[in-house]
């Protein structure tokens, strides 16, 4: 069998990887608008968090709890480090603190509540609103996602098996009898028995009608943060979420392996939009995040922000999360919306998508848009 695989972010080559280990395939092809990793693709980022609790979901917590394992595995098998198991604070109410802590422990992850004095004793440097209390995950961490996308890459390239395409963007993917084909905007062309298509924002352009108008496409603004003595204060804190006046805004904070500076962003900063452009903030964005973090952080010093920037991503319409679609009798798999957590949950999300492609049992991810996805009957349906 020859699968090929559309996008080289996450889950272009953790389903590559996938596809390689599973039986009856002989050949993998990954193919990419640009180099391999990708350095636009979603999920090439400095930091990315890996984490269960998601408030008030009992469900997507218990999906979420095996990402943490999900990752270290990765790790194993690739043979790189790229995952730090840092920790993620989420701060909530003091009220609700033991509820959502039920909600995690069942799920299986380690984690405690905090008070509000031991988030006063704790992390002096984040201001929390009076009647704070917080949950305390163990089982989460970071990770070094720009490290672990060129690791999955080099894994990739010494097997034999694989061929990597950079540079070359996909515009059509159509299907003829059994035989699927991609054309490039080259004007070559690839045809393989299976295609999964894993090109983050850019999917819309290439699935059919009749999926693209379930996709909203988002634009998110995030800071990168380095003040005086950054590595001494910060080195070693766990994610935070939950913050500012909204309790939507996150920090996101180094790992002592890494260089990358804080990273600073709000859901408010994120808004849908009608298309792709550059990456560069409107400065109402940037200044909108400065006040946010001037409120959160007693001592955030704007002239300390070294960088801003944006990026994008596709989210089912109603759902907001991701989106697996097959058409073509199972011959084209498309992840078409990465969701803004699509990163924690690529392992899982790569192997269910691999067992499709070679037409295994789908091992479940516990995400009903993956585990139930959208059936078309050919690739040109609308």
């Known amino acids: 069998m020859r699968i090929t695989v559309v996008g080289g972010g996450v889950i272009g080559l953790l389903t590559a990887i996938e596809c390689v280990r ?43 709890a095996p990402a943490h394992a999900g990752w270290m595995d990765v790790e194993e098998r690739i043979g790189s480090r790229f995952y730090h198991a840092a920790g993620a604070l989420t701060a909530m109410p003091v009220r609700d603190a033991a509820a959502e802590l039920a909600i995690l422990t069942a799920a299986g992850a ?42 999955l890459a080099r894994w990739l390239v010494r097997r034999p098996e694989v061929r990597l395409h950079p540079h070359r963007r996909a515009v059509e993917i159509s299907q003829n009898d059994r035989v699927v084909m991609i ?87 994120c808004r849908p939009v009608a298309e792709m452009t550059d990456r560069v903030p409107p400065d109402q964005w940037r200044e909108h ?43 084209v798999l498309a992840y078409a919306a990465c969701g803004g957590m699509s990163f924690k949950f690529a392992p899982q999300i790569a192997r269910a998508i691999a067992d499709r492609a070679v037409g295994a049992s789908p091992r479940p991810t516990g995400l009903d848009s993956v585990d139930r996805p959208r059936q078309l009957a050919a690739v040109g349906e609308e």
């Open 22 to 64: 599973a039986a009856g395939v002989d050949r993998v092809d990954l193919v990419d608008a640009g180099p391999i990793p990708s350095p636009s693709a979603t999920s090439n980022d400095r930091l990315r968090v890996v984490r269960a609790l998601h408030r008030g979901d009992p469900a997507l917590t218990q999906a979420a």
């Open 110 to 151: 380690k984690a405690w509540a905090l008070s509000p004095d031991d988030l006063a004793s704790r992390y002096p440097r984040i201001r929390f609103p009076d009647g704070t209390g917080a949950v305390l995950e163990a089982t989460a961490g970071v990770v070094l996602a720009d490290h672990a996308l060129v690791a």
């Open 183 to 269: 054309r490039f905007a080259d004007g070559g062309s690839h045809t393989a028995d299976r295609v999964v298509m894993a090109a983050g924002p850019w999917s819309r352009e290439l699935v059919p009608a009749a999926i693209a108008s379930d996709l909203t496409l988002y634009r998110q603004t995030v800071l990168s943060y380095q003040p005086p003595a950054w590595l001494r204060d910060w080195a070693g804190m766990p994610a935070v979420l939950g913050l500012g006046p909204g309790s939507d805004a996150w920090l996101m904070p180094t790992v002592p392996q890494s260089d990358a500076p804080l990273r600073l962003s709000a859901a408010s900063a």
């Open 289 to 331: 995040l400065v006040g946010v973090f001037s409120e959160v952080l007693p001592a955030f010093d704007p002239a300390a922000v070294v960088d801003a920037t944006d990026g994008f991503y596709l989210a089912e319409r109603t759902r907001g999360g991701p989106l697996l679609a097959t058409y073509g009798a199972g011959t």
